[in-house]
Structure formats: structure tokens, C-alpha cells
């Protein structure tokens, strides 16, 4: 196949310029007939996406995370009274707060947090844990009470890792347990620490 | 042939009289669900990163005899290399409840001096597990050798 070839050896000499320029009127004749513009066939939201930086910035990825946590909360925890809610939602954004971040701050990953959140509408605490993210995004939970202690590391599937510390005759007796979250509450009403997760004098 | 560099004497350990203060980020302090007043820290705060091989700790009587100076040139110390903001915490722990928390679990813990000109007081707890599957010594570190616990916000609280 071959193009249009311009012979040019006959063009004189001469600096002309041209110019690209319709002839053709395409807008309408008057202003008043305004041209209809066509619908974005993307979303706005979408479009906008488009133009953010990429990997996210922290504080994006931080808000995204929280984001997802508290969503994942109102799906599963509608037995949870709402200062619960408040209270979980407060020590999640302390958490992921963008000004705390350090090198070893980690994001919470959601599986665990929701292992977390069945544990808690099983057990039925009426105390509220301290939460904690272990260095690998595992949610941390504890619940003290004087030298009674429960300790939870909070992993993907309903698996979990405690400690329980309580008083012995001469000292402070703990141990390490780690298995399925409903086991847990078997495990500690069996070492005697139950108490540490309700209301009472500390 | 020219001779090296000769070797630095080995320095004692930490005495177990004295106390070690290690850093924990504010994800790492236990701290009161409603008015985030630091209680303690969580196990994880002793744990090793990828490649650790010692936790790294400052020797606090390095610093001064009274406990408030120690904690405020601990911070002062930890500020030379890395970011410390304030919702962090500053965890106390006993060198001698250290190591004999190493030896109920097996573990041979040892408190060595590491300071220099650049980085005093720095320390480092050796013989912990690299793969930090020794839970309970983690445990054991966080409640019954922490003597104490100070947001770094109260240290430096005028």
C-alpha cells in the first residue's frame, strides 16, 4: 500500500505557512441553542480515581482501613450496644491515627478484627477491652482488672492466642493458651479470671 | 603483616539491680478503653523484627540515679534516632526479673551493654527466640518484669 506522494520539486520556493482550519460551522447557529453535552459514560467518582496518586498515602490508607473496620463492625455487631460502639470506634481511630504512625505501627487486618468481634458477642463481656495491633495487624485485646489479666492476640478464623495471668498463693500464676475463640471462653471461666471482664471494683 | 584493630574488651552485663527501658509505639501500650491513660504494654512490644538479633533496650541508671531524669534522657537518647511521638510509651523493666524470666522458659537471656559516644545507654536483651513462638515469655517480659509504664507525653509534661 502506499500514500499520497506530494511531488514537491515543482512547489516554489516560498515560506507559507498552513493552517488547519474548518470551514464547517459545527456548533449551532445561535447561542441560545445551546449543544447538548453527552453523559460521561464513567462515573464522576471514578474519573476522580483516576487522577489519585498511586500507592495511596498513608493517611488514605489509614482512613481506608478504619473504614473498612467500622463497616465490618455494623454488619456483624448489632448486639453491641451503641457506647460499645463508640468506644471500639474511638480506640480503632486512635489507633490508625496518621500523626502517631512509626516505622513499626501496623494497618489491622480485617479478618481478625471480625475474629474479634465474634468473640465478643460470644462471650458477652460487660467490660470494655484496651485494644492493641500486634506488628502483624492482629487485633489485640485485654481487659484488666487489679492482678487479673486477660490478654488476646486475635488471629484470622476464629483463632486466637491468650494469656491469662491471675494471683496465686504465692504469686502471680499465667499461662499461654491459643486455639478456637469459643474454646476461650471455656478456658477462661476454667481459670477462674471470668470476672475480669465484668463490672465491679477493680 | 599489620595487626587489626584490637578487640573491645567485653563490658559487664546490666546489673540485675538495674532497670532497661524499651520503646513501644502507642499501638504497642495497653492503655484505658475510655480514658487512653497507659496501663501497661502488650507482649508484642518485645517482640524481634525480621533480621533482630537482640531487643533493643536503654540502660536507665546509665542515665542518673532518679527515675523521672532517667525516663526523660531515655526519650532524649531514643529521639537521636528515631521519631518518638508523644502517645508512645516508655516501658521499665528489671534486668535480674529479665533474665530470670529467660531461665523459667528455658532461655538464656543476657542484658548487654552497647552504649557508645553516639547512642548512650543503649543496650541490647540477647537470647530471645528469632522466631517469637516462646508466647508466654513475651507475656512474661510485659506483666511481671515492666515495672513500669510512662506515655512519653507525661515524661516530658513540664
Known amino acids: 500500500m502506499t500514500g499520497i506522494q506530494i511531488d514537491t520539486s515543482r512547489v516554489p520556493l516560498q515560506s507559507w505557512t498552513i493552517l488547519a482550519h474548518s470551514f464547517l460551522q459545527t456548533g449551532p447557529a445561535s447561542p441560545a441553542l445551546a449543544a447538548v453535552q453527552p453523559t460521561p459514560t464513567s462515573s464522576l467518582r471514578a474519573s476522580e480515581a483516576a487522577t489519585l496518586p498511586w500507592p495511596p498515602s498513608l493517611e488514605v490508607q489509614l482512613f481506608d482501613n478504619a473504614t473498612q473496620l467500622k463497616v465490618s463492625f455494623s454488619q456483624i455487631a448489632m448486639h453491641l450496644t451503641p457506647e460499645w460502639r463508640t468506644a471500639i470506634f474511638e480506640q480503632l481511630d486512635f489507633l490508625l491515627k496518621p500523626e502517631d504512625w512509626q516505622e513499626d505501627s501496623a494497618l489491622i487486618e480485617v479478618p481478625t478484627f471480625l475474629t474479634f468481634l465474634r468473640f465478643l458477642i460470644f462471650v458477652a463481656p460487660n467490660r470494655l477491652p484496651s485494644l492493641g495491633v500486634s506488628p502483624n495487624g492482629n487485633v489485640l485485646a485485654a481487659w484488666l482488672k487489679g492482678d487479673e489479666r486477660i490478654i488476646v492476640k486475635f488471629l484470622p478464623e476464629d483463632r486466637a492466642i491468650a494469656t491469662l495471668i491471675r494471683q496465686g498463693t504465692r504469686g502471680n500464676e499465667a499461662v499461654a493458651w491459643r486455639g478456637h475463640v469459643v474454646d476461650l471462653k471455656l478456658f477462661i471461666e476454667r481459670f477462674g479470671v471470668r470476672d475480669c471482664m465484668s463490672d465491679g471494683p477493680t | ?158
Not at chain 2, 513501644?24 to 512490644?45: D, F, K, L, Y
Request: charged share 25%; proline share 8%; hydrophobic share 35%.
Open chain 2, 1 to 158: 603483616m599489620a595487626r587489626g584493630k584490637p578487640k573491645q574488651a567485653r563490658r559487664p552485663d546490666v546489673p540485675p539491680a538495674d532497670h532497661v527501658a524499651r520503646h513501644c509505639n502507642p499501638q504497642r501500650a495497653i492503655r484505658h478503653p475510655v480514658t487512653r491513660q497507659v496501663q501497661g504494654v502488650w507482649p508484642e512490644a518485645f517482640e524481634l523484627r525480621v533480621n533482630e538479633e537482640w531487643l533493643s533496650v536503654h540502660w536507665m541508671e546509665y542515665f542518673s540515679t532518679d527515675i523521672d531524669p532517667q525516663f526523660r534522657k531515655v526519650v532524649k537518647a531514643l529521639r537521636k534516632k528515631r521519631d518518638v511521638v508523644p502517645n508512645s510509651a516508655i516501658a521499665r523493666l528489671n534486668a535480674g526479673l529479665i533474665v530470670q524470666a529467660g531461665s523459667l522458659r528455658g532461655h538464656s537471656l543476657r542484658i548487654r551493654d552497647r552504649s557508645s559516644t553516639g547512642d548512650p545507654g543503649y543496650s541490647g536483651i540477647y537470647g530471645m527466640p528469632r522466631d517469637n513462638s516462646d508466647t508466654e515469655l513475651l507475656a512474661l517480659l510485659a506483666s511481671e518484669c515492666c515495672i513500669q509504664v510512662r506515655a512519653v507525653r507525661d515524661i516530658e509534661a513540664p
